[in-house]
């Protein structure tokens, strides 16, 4: 299992399909003050360097921010 911490969701499913991975992630938001964590996997179900199954679910936690920016009326 790859350190996806930091990285987009797209960018993780990337990381784990390229080491053959074939299985679903399970993805949950968090509220996150820090701009750089927004978007990006805080935390991850499965430790970096432990082994994990072709087929396995996948647990990440994405950062969301509190704020959102309402549509534009223009």
């Keep these: 299992m790859p350190d ?19 299985g679903s992630l399970n993805v949950s938001e968090e509220i996150v003050t ?12 499965q430790r970096p360097g432990s082994k994990i199954d072709k087929d396995e679910t996948i647990n990440l936690k994405i950062g969301r ?8 009326t223009r």
């Design 34 to 45: 820090d701009p750089d964590e927004q978007g990006k996997v805080i935390e991850q179900g």
């Design 65 to 72: 921010s509190l704020i959102t920016t309402p549509p534009s």
């Design 4 to 22: 996806l911490t930091g990285k987009t969701r797209a960018e993780a499913e990337a990381a784990l399909r390229q080491l053959g991975w074939s």
